[in-house]
């Protein structure tokens, strides 16, 4: 099935946030990389270049992991997902091409073949308080009870899909990918939310207001956070690391910055009341440079709220602590919320 010629207008973006925090939201995610693991071996060597325990997935099992470099630092954060194809990645879509390269250099006898989704997949959001309810309502209780990265076989529009537990934004998160093809099937019937009342159907939103959700709830981004200035730990990525699983690329870093207490930053989420800072801009304590702002975005619900994401040095990441954003030289007060994730 074709794409329509004209893509219906979405809401202003505030009606976009307000119905995406409120009720659920749908929206189309390019910038989500796919890639299909598959071969015998391909389980066995995506544990051994990567920082979580993959080897031993079961079918519709889960989980995120780090690929890093020799020195530990990031090359991507994926979701990787057992079907019955093989191993599907989910990861950041500029990093696909790196990614598959990756594995491609450490490939010597494995039997491991790559497929690369990016053109003939793609992948929808489901997101907001009430993406639980919608997905029970669309594909049953077995999708709306999903645990977190495990993956389900579901049909939308007739076409089949792969239905995704995703991190939460706005409260609650689902990712599907299906065949580009068929992508218009597939879209409209999650927009229908066959049996919902006309009032109770998920609203479409586009990718300005999907940073903004991300950012809101501290999520980190290739390129903004997760790039190879930074480890794992700093990017709060604990639940993508084993620390019982045997040697991967990058093991040794990631151990001993754990068992050391050497993690000398930390992402955090931080309030920052009247304006929005750019990207780079420098965060101070008193007189002394702390960090740097990596995101922000402005709450579009008419309250001037702003929220931005910035690592700053590990013993500065204490909610409350008041600091101050130099943005082109001129201070701007705010407060560190939290520690991001």
């Known amino acids: 099935m074709s794409r329509p010629a004209v893509a219906p207008a979405l809401a202003d973006l505030r009606s976009q946030y307000g119905a995406a925090t409120v009720q659920a939201a749908v929206a189309e995610r390019p910038d989500i990389g796919r890639l299909l693991f598959g071969g015998r071996d391909a389980a066995d060597l995506l544990h051994r270049l990567s920082t979580n325990a993959i080897k031993d997935l079961a079918p519709g099992h889960g989980t995120a992991t780090v690929f890093t470099t020799n020195k530990g630092r990031i090359l991507d954060l994926v979701t990787l997902h057992r079907i019955d194809a093989g191993l599907l990645a989910l990861g950041a879509a500029a990093r696909t091409p790196a990614l598959k390269e990756w594995v491609d250099r450490y490939t010597f006898r494995e039997e491991v073949t790559i497929a690369d989704w990016s053109a003939s997949h793609r992948t929808l959001g489901l997101f907001g308080p009430r993406a639980f309810a919608h997905a029970a309502r669309l594909w049953g209780s077995a999708a709306g009870t999903l645990p977190l990265h495990h993956v389900l076989r579901v049909e939308a529009g007739g076409v089949a899909a792969w239905l995704v537990r995703a991190l939460p934004l706005a409260g609650d998160g689902y990712l599907l990918t299906a065949v580009a093809e068929e992508w218009d099937a597939v879209r409209g019937a999650v927009l229908a939310a066959e049996g919902g009342a ?86 101070h304590s008193g007189d002394e440079r702390i960090g740097v702002v990596t995101s922000a975005v402005g709450i579009p619900d008419g309250s001037g709220r702003c929220v931005a994401l910035a690592y700053v040095r590990d013993e500065d990441a204490v909610p409350g602590r008041g600091i101050t954003i130099l943005q082109a030289g001129s201070p701007i007060p705010a407060s560190i919320e939290g520690l991001a994730r």
């Open 198 to 283: 006309a009032g109770d159907r998920p609203v479409e939103v586009g990718p300005e207001c999907v940073e903004i959700l991300r950012v809101v709830a501290g999520l980190p981004d290739h390129p903004h956070e997760l790039n190879d200035e930074h480890n794992p730990w700093e990017a709060r990525l604990q639940d993508a690391i084993s620390l019982d699983k045997g040697c991967y690329v990058g093991q040794e870093v990631i151990a001993r910055l754990n068992t050391y207490k050497k993690v000398a930053k930390q992402l955090v989420r931080i309030a920052v009341p009247g304006m929005v800072p750019a990207p780079g801009s420098a965060v």
